[in-house]
């Protein structure tokens, strides 16, 4: 599957499964301390240990939660880890896994900074260290699962180069908004 396939699904599912939660998104209130706190839990849960049993049970909550919730949004642009689409074994090597958690780890930063949710870079680099950290956890126990591609922004990472780089690599979808 290449990246714009991927990327085309992934919008096409957040397309499907917000226009039947569109109405359910007006009539709902805002997100509560309790909602938030558990969407938290889950992102940082999730960046530890991304394989866990019942993950799959948190990332559809969580999913289904951004989709309803008027107050709290991500910014989903996939450029950042894009290469990641490209190599060879991306169907085995935890891509969903690793992809995912950006929208996760993004949706926690702008709960816990409320004053940053218009900051499109450090939303995205928020997403970008989330997937770094899931990525880290896999590599404990599937050792295969290397990417080059994410071995290289965990350098750019320990070299305060991140935020500088996904600033480059979202640029195109920034001009979007």
């Not at 960046?47 to 709290?72: A, C, H, S, Y």
Request: with cysteine; hydrophobic share 40%.
């Amino acid at each position: 599957m290449t990246s714009r396939r991927i990327l085309l699904s992934c919008v096409l599912f957040v397309f499907l499964c917000s226009n039947p939660f569109a109405q359910s998104q007006q009539k709902r209130g805002p997100s509560t301390p309790e909602e938030r706190a558990k969407a938290v839990q889950i992102a940082r849960a999730l960046e530890g240990d991304p394989l866990q049993p019942g993950n799959k049970d948190m990332r559809t909550w969580f999913t289904l939660w951004l989709i309803e919730v008027p107050d709290i949004t991500v910014q989903v642009c996939g450029e950042e880890l894009g290469l990641i689409f490209h190599e060879k074994d991306r169907d085995k090597n935890f891509v969903s896994e690793i992809f995912g958690q950006s929208m996760f780890s993004a949706a926690s930063f702008v709960i816990e900074h409320p004053d940053e949710a218009k900051n499109a870079i450090p939303i995205y680099t928020a997403g970008v260290e989330g997937s770094l950290k899931a990525y880290q956890s896999i590599l404990k126990t599937h050792p295969e699962a290397k990417w080059p591609f994410l071995d290289d922004l965990i350098v750019k990472q320990q070299n305060g180069e991140l935020s500088k780089y996904v600033e480059q690599a979202t640029a195109k979808c920034r001009k979007h908004r």
